[in-house]
C-alpha cells in the first residue's frame, strides 16, 4: 500500500483492497466512510485483463469483503456495489453467480437491502455474440443490477436531491390545476396534493438510463497523449454521481475499493466530496491521473 497521487479532497491508493483495509495506516478511516460505492470484477468464465474470479471461489472472495467494510463504514452509512451479468461457460444459460455473491455478502456483514437498481445501458453492444449474434436465440444482455445495502434499515439518503425534469405533461398539469382525482383500479387514492404541487421535479426510478459511449472525454484524450492503456470496462460518470448526491452531502467520504479508472473519485471531487480510490494496476492509476487537472503525467511504475 503506498498513495499513487493526491488532490486536495481526495487520495488514491496502490495496492490490493484486502491488503490496504488490513492495513494499520487506514484504521484511521475507520466509522468515518458515508459511502462505498464501486464495481468489482464480474465473475465471467473467460478472464479479462483487469482480473476476475468466477464460480464458488469468486462468491467467498466477495464475501470477505462483507466485514471488512462494515467496519469503516459510518452508522447511517451505505454500499452500492455494480456487479454485471455472467453466463456459464459454453451454454447459453445465465450464471447465478452474481445474486448468489450478493445474497452471501448481505448475510455475511448482515445488512440490509434497501434497493435494487437497473443500469439500462441502451448503446451496448450485443452479447454474447455466440448466442446473440451467431446462434441467434438469445437476445442481447443489456442491462446490469446495482445493489444499495446498509447497516441499517434507514441510512442517510434523500431523493429531493436526485430529482429529474418534469414531463411535458406535467408541466402543463402543473399550469391549469386540472386533475381526475380519485380512486384507481390499483384501488389507489389519487388525492388532490399528490399531483398539483410543484416540487421542482419528479422522483427518480430505479432504473438508470445512462448509455456508456463516451469517447473522446478527457480521460480518453490523456490516455491518448500519453500512450498510456485505458481500462475496459470504465464507468459513465452519470452513475457514480446519482449515487453521490442521492446517499451524501458535501464533504462526505467516498470510498472505491475497486477504483479503476477513478470514474468514483472524479465526481466526488467535482461534487465537494471527499474521497478515497483503491486499485492494484498501476497502469490504470496512470491513466486516471488523466481526470485530474491539476495533476500531471508521471510514471508510477
Known sequence: MRIAYKTNSGICYYGLIEKVLNSKKFDKYKNKI?????????????????GNLNGIEYVNWFSNFALLFKDY???????VIEVGNSWESGKPVMSTLAIESLLNFLNVGDYSLCQQFVWYNPAKLPGPAQWVTID?????????HIWW??????????NRNILVEYSNSMKKLLKE????????????????????????????????????????NIYNKYCKENNLKMHPARMPEKIPEFFIKF?????????????GSN??????EHLNRKW????????????????????KYRNLS
Do not use: Q
Not at 74 to 79: F, L, V
Not at 247 to 259: G, Y
Open 34 to 50: 458515508n459511502l462505498i460505492f464501486t464495481s468489482p470484477p464480474f465473475p465471467l468464465n473467460r478472464k479479462k485483463k483487469y
Open 73 to 79: 463504514l459510518t452508522g447511517d452509512g451505505s454500499i
Open 136 to 144: 441467434r436465440n438469445r437476445v442481447k444482455d443489456s442491462f446490469t
Open 149 to 158: 445495502m446498509s447497516k441499517t434499515p434507514y441510512p442517510k439518503a434523500d
Open 177 to 216: 390545476k386540472k386533475y381526475n382525482y380519485g380512486i384507481r383500479p390499483s384501488e389507489h387514492k389519487i388525492g388532490e396534493k399528490s399531483f398539483l404541487e410543484n416540487n421542482s421535479g419528479a422522483i427518480s426510478s430505479n432504473v438508470i438510463t445512462v448509455a456508456n459511449t463516451h469517447s473522446n
Open 247 to 259: 446517499l451524501t452531502d458535501k464533504h462526505d467520504l467516498i470510498l472505491d475499493p475497486f477504483a
Open 263 to 268: 470514474t468514483t473519485g472524479s465526481v466526488a
Open 276 to 295: 478515497i480510490s483503491v486499485e492494484p494496476n498501476i497502469d490504470y492509476i496512470n491513466g486516471s491521473i488523466g481526470r485530474f487537472k491539476k495533476l
